[in-house]
């Protein structure tokens, strides 16, 4: 075995693992192909270079994010450090000049005696994959807009037939904040009723059925209000690239509204098969929600992949009856993002099972964001350090963010997409239920905080 760790990808997550290593003593050789070679969304020559928003999210305690950052201040995070150094003001959230950030780490990382930058790109015609993984712990941060050649090295080296591009991804939403007095649960044509039965008695008989779906009734105003703002909402403009790459079969819920106001009655929103408890009748249309995660505490909507931004999803999904209060733990997204299939592949350090020298880190996992590939890039930096100095693996508790997204990734899922931070991955809190979000999500926080606290990782 060498005596050093290869990083592949001098982005967010690469940075950090390249950190982590480095600061504990051990050599690292991180390749980043720019400036010799760009991808389609990148130009700045720097290492972790901010492609979208300046934006790191929220600083709040109380919110997911704000949480992640603060386990990750707590161990020590290059890049969460540098982001707070080079902040712009943006009230709640933690915004940074995107230039001066990327140069900062880029500086930190160039002065550390024991990073090696390689400007070469990695993939079957350049600097083989397999070649310099052989004896080696190789870290695999490439992100979403990995290469062909390289692409086709990791589908070698894990074993898979394909690696995982989607173009249009659905929202999805905390199920506590569904309003189940309109909603209720139950797949298609399990709720026909004839009209002589005892509605009371069927509702509470529908309550007790599979959760895997939750079902949202409209009638023809609500429905024809909802499309009259669908259609007439603001869209992301895709990059060139992405634009021939969206298909039929992940066709965005706003364009195929377009082609007429019944076409969503007859597709995602048919009614077919369900009565509306409330009414006894089957509804003008009809909107489901599917089980997204094993503990049933997040649901996304059920053929509404999207490419509207972000606050117009927020304003005309939350039309829809029983979303009126919804949260959002992910909006829905439309681009190219490659993946590996984590929930198969990987444990919750970010390492191959059955390839234990190689660890990814970044959205090529399947965690989504800034902060978020900041934390696989930490996680799987030090365990790579760990392995290599033949110590214990580092399991970071599942009671804390960054846990909760090692876990997610981790976990057998069949319907796995990639997920940003969110409390819905986090276990429920012990004992009686708490009404008030805040209050509640800051007893999840405090209750991550302390685990951290409790955790000897050595800085």
């Known amino acids: 075995m060498n005596n050093y760790i290869n990083v592949i990808g001098g982005g967010l997550a690469g940075a950090e693992a390249a950190y982590q290593i480095a600061k504990r003593g051990i050599k690292v050789k991180l390749y980043e192909m720019k400036p010799r070679k760009f991808s389609p969304a990148h130009s700045n020559k ?38 707070d150094e080079t902040a712009v003001p943006a009230g709640q959230a933690l915004a940074v000049d995107r230039e001066v950030f990327s140069e ?52 070698q080296i894990t074993g898979e037939s394909n690696l995982h591009f989607y173009d249009a991804a659905a929202p999805i939403i905390l199920k506590d904040s569904i309003n189940m007095n309109i909603a209720f649960y139950g797949n298609r044509y ?25 079902n949202l009734p409209m009638n023809k105003e609500e429905y024809e209000k909802f499309w009259t703002e669908l259609v007439n909402a603001e869209v992301v403009e895709l990059h060139q690239f992405e634009k021939k790459e969206i298909f039929e079969g992940c066709m965005p819920v706003e364009i195929m509204a377009k082609r007429g106001i019944d076409t969503l009655r007859y597709g995602p929103l048919k009614p077919m098969g369900f009565t509306d408890p409330r009414t006894g009748y089957r509804p003008y249309a009809l909107v489901q929600l599917r089980q997204d995660n ?10 509404f ?22 949260e959002f733990v992910k909006y829905g ?7 590996i299939n984590s929930t198969k592949l990987l444990d919750n350090t970010y390492r191959v099972k059955k390839n234990t020298n190689i660890y990814f880190a970044g959205q090529i996992t399947g965690v989504e964001g800034y902060v978020e590939s900041i934390s696989s890039g930490l996680v799987a930096g030090i365990n790579a350090y760990n392995q ?19 876990k997610y990734i981790s976990t057998p899922n069949e ?12 276990p429920e809190l012990e004992g009686k239920k708490i009404a008030d979000k805040k209050i509640k999500y800051g007893k999840i926080s405090d209750r991550a905080i302390q685990e951290i606290k409790n955790m000897k990782i050595a800085q």
Not at 127 to 154: F, H, R, V, W, Y
Not at 294 to 303: P, Q
Not at 388 to 406: H, Q
């Open 46 to 83: 720097n290492l972790a270079e901010i492609v979208c928003s300046n934006s790191f999210k929220s600083n709040l305690h109380t919110n997911a994010c704000g949480l992640l950052k603060e386990e990750l201040r707590l161990l020590d995070s290059l890049l969460i450090r540098i982001a």
């Open 104 to 155: 900062r780490v880029t500086q930190e990382l160039e002065k550390m005696e024991n990073i090696e930058i390689i400007h070469e790109e990695v993939g079957e015609n350049d600097i083989s994959l397999k070649q310099i993984c052989e004896d080696t712990i190789t870290i695999i941060a490439t992100g979403p807009l990995t290469s062909d050649g390289l692409s086709k090295e990791i589908l």
């Open 190 to 214: 399990e709720q026909e009723r004839a009209r002589d039965e005892d509605i009371e008695e069927w509702k509470n008989k529908l309550q007790e059925k599979d959760t895997s779906y939750i």
């Open 294 to 303: 094993k503990d049933a505490t997040i649901y996304n909507i059920v053929g």
């Open 305 to 326: 992949q999207t490419n509207l931004k972000f606050g117009e999803q927020k304003r005309v999904f939350s039309i829809i009856p029983g979303l009126e209060n919804a």
């Open 333 to 339: 997204v439309m681009h190219r993002n490659t993946f």
């Open 388 to 406: 290599l100095e033949g110590k214990e693996k580092i399991e970071i508790s599942e009671y804390t963010m960054i846990g909760a997204l090692a």
């Open 415 to 426: 319907k796995f997409q990639p997920m940003n931070a969110n409390y819905g991955i986090l």
